[in-house]
């Protein structure tokens, strides 16, 4: 089956608008503004959805420990780029 990674770089809008076009098997990933995504709902994904976003803006804006007490895996530039590998399709999201 294809997978899609999605990659939120901007504002909570942005996040809004990825979540409906999110299936079963894709991943998503929060980066740059879209970490900010964290402050808000991250409910409603299927448990079949990976929550990730990228360790170094989540702490450039001060939201480590935030991230560590929601269902989101923090990933460094080198796994993100395997991420991009691992998926059929990447779509981003600004």
Do not use: I, Y
Not at 11 to 21: E, H, N, T, V, Y
Not at 61 to 80: E, F, I, M, N
Request: include cysteine; charge should be negative.
């Amino acid at each position: 089956m294809d997978s899609n990674l999605h990659l939120v770089l901007g504002s909570a809008g942005s996040f809004d608008a990825c979540r409906q076009f999110v299936r079963q098997g894709d991943a998503v990933l929060l980066a740059d503004a879209g970490v900010m995504a964290l402050a808000g709902d991250l409910t409603g994904f299927s448990s079949e959805v990976r929550l990730l976003a990228l360790h170094a803006d989540v702490d450039a804006r001060g939201l480590l420990q935030r991230a560590q007490t929601l269902p989101v895996q923090l990933v460094d530039d080198a796994q993100w780029t395997e991420l991009v590998t691992a998926h059929t399709h990447t779509l981003s999201w600004k």
